[in-house]
């Protein structure tokens, strides 16, 4: 039972080229998000999948696009990389009752340069 | 939307004293507040939380104080540790989708 996985961990990317961040679970959840980690500025929510099928922007969605794969994956992409794009990455799940828990992946680190 | 504001960005204290982080909240709709611990270059962990319908929890060492009339809410650590040293945030969940809207975290510090 790995939980929540992220892939890859580490990565430079050049400005404007393109990658895709993976996100799975195995917790049977039915939510799932992709968050920011910037210094000083806490967890920011990028995008956001209430159930398998359906995805909505959160606070800073601007030059991102997700998919919703199925109930396990959600991923993460950058079309074309920019500075202020370098971040640390969280995925993350719960269940879809409001109040449960949110479960983290354990992040993935972003330079674009 | 939301907006989660936490106090102080970084607080020092001495290895058994007590620790006292701070949030407000904007939206009066919100109904759950979970606070997190987050070591550095590992993710975020969930350490206690609390709901609208409840204003006090604890759990050993760490409890969690909710005022909906002020739209605060508190986290205090007791005799505090050096593990406790860590990045912790707040944050409040507004609405559906389970949208958390988070604090920008403090850093707290226990010296020996």
């Known amino acids: 039972n790995a939980g929540v996985t992220q892939t890859p961990k580490f990565q430079v990317l050049k400005t404007g080229q393109s990658m895709t961040l993976q996100c799975a679970q195995d917790m049977n959840h039915n939510s799932m998000y992709w968050y920011r980690q910037d210094p000083g500025m806490g967890l920011r929510l990028i995008y956001y999948?209430?159930?398998?099928?359906?995805?909505d922007k959160g606070e800073v969605p601007n030059g991102y696009n997700v998919s919703r794969l199925n109930k396990r994956e959600f991923s993460l992409r950058l079309e074309s990389a920019a500075p202020s794009q370098t971040s640390v990455y969280f995925c993350?799940?719960?269940?879809?009752?409001?109040?449960?828990?949110?479960?983290f992946g354990e992040g993935s680190w972003l330079t674009v340069v | 939307g939301e907006n989660v504001e936490q106090h102080p960005s970084t607080l020092s204290v001495q290895e058994g004293d007590s620790a006292v982080i701070k949030c407000t909240y904007s939206d009066s709709a919100s109904n759950y507040f979970p606070w997190y611990k987050q070591e550095l270059g590992k993710r975020p962990q969930l350490i206690i939380d609390i709901r609208s319908n409840v204003g006090e929890k604890k759990d050993q060492r760490i409890a969690v104080t909710l005022n909906k009339t002020a739209k605060h809410f508190s986290l205090h650590i007791t005799e505090t540790q050096p593990e406790d040293s860590a990045v912790y945030f707040c944050a409040a969940q507004t609405g559906g989708g389970n949208k958390l809207t988070f604090g920008t975290g403090t850093q707290l510090k226990v010296e020996l």
């Open positions: 993350a799940t719960t269940q879809d009752t409001s109040g449960n828990t949110i479960y």
């Open positions: 999948s209430a159930s398998e099928g359906t995805t």
